[in-house]
């Protein structure tokens, strides 16, 4: 029977094969590789990588595609919402393998669940993920830029990120409205240590006002926190680096 792409998962099922090949070669699997796959959906990718993995772990929230999946005995099929999986777990179960970890990801939760792997960067080898382009823009945005923001500092701090190319619609079934294109995502070796809430409270505010000067936004919070350090608020948060945001953070502690 056909399976009929579900609104509420946002599904779109990637369907074009030289596409796919062009995904799975910029993945690079090799038979050593411990493999998680978030949202395999009908299998377009789970397959290809199969043919080059000993084995592979899936996480799917639809049900009637879990069970199809589960009928081959090498995918081990976690059925549920990813923002729910224990990714500690996951990699516990690794046997002291690094995660690489890929997927075609929801677009109408796309942001969430980046920032739900951030927690467990330190178990990550990389990330390959398929998301809307507009999405990755942001995510590898240089400073002094429309794109570059919030999902640009607190991703860029942990991740090496490369967008790879680009995704047309009518590769997939049924076509979004939108560009989609492949990301690469290498967690840094030795990232900056910090308290990730605070970064995230301190890169928040700075953005709530993007087209303000920083010292109507980000200067206010910084007298309220009692802040004795320096920082130029004379700016607008675009125009402010990845690393300076880390270091403010960091003044924190």
């Known amino acids: 029977m056909r399976h009929i792409a579900r609104k509420r998962f946002g599904q779109h099922f990637l369907s074009d094969k030289p596409m796919l090949g062009d995904i799975v070669d910029a993945i690079g699997p090799t038979v ?20 080059q993995l000993s084995h592979l772990t899936v996480i799917e929230l639809d049900r009637d595609l879990a069970v199809r999946l589960k009928q081959n005995n090498k995918i081990t099929v976690i059925e ?49 993920f ?5 999405v990755i823009d942001r995510m590898v945005a240089k400073p002094s830029t429309s794109d570059y923001g919030r999902l640009s500092v607190m991703l860029q701090w942990r991740y090496e990120m490369q967008s790879l190319f680009n ?61 004795s350090g320096q920082f130029d608020t004379q700016r607008r948060a675009e125009e402010v680096p990845v690393s300076e945001y880390v270091a403010l953070a960091q003044n924190f502690a």
């Open 130 to 134: 398929m998301l809307q382009k507009e």
């Open 32 to 51: 050593a590789d411990f493999m998680v796959e978030i949202g395999p959906g009908l299998g377009a990718m789970t397959v290809p990588l199969l043919a």
């Open 167 to 227: 995704v047309p619609p009518e590769c997939f079934d049924p076509p979004p409205r939108v560009m989609s294109a492949i990301v690469r995502m290498a967690p840094r070796p030795e990232p900056a240590a910090l308290d990730v809430a605070r970064l995230s409270e301190i890169v928040k505010v700075a953005f709530s006002q993007r087209r303000k000067l920083m010292r109507h936004t980000l200067g206010k919070w910084l007298e309220e926190k009692q802040f």
């Open 80 to 128: 549920a919402d990813v923002l729910k999986v224990d990714f500690q777990a996951i990699a516990a179960s690794g046997e002291a393998r690094q995660m690489r970890v890929v997927g075609n990801l929801p677009y109408n939760i796309s942001s969430p669940i980046l920032f739900h792997l951030l927690d467990v960067a330190h178990l990550v080898k990389d990330q390959h």
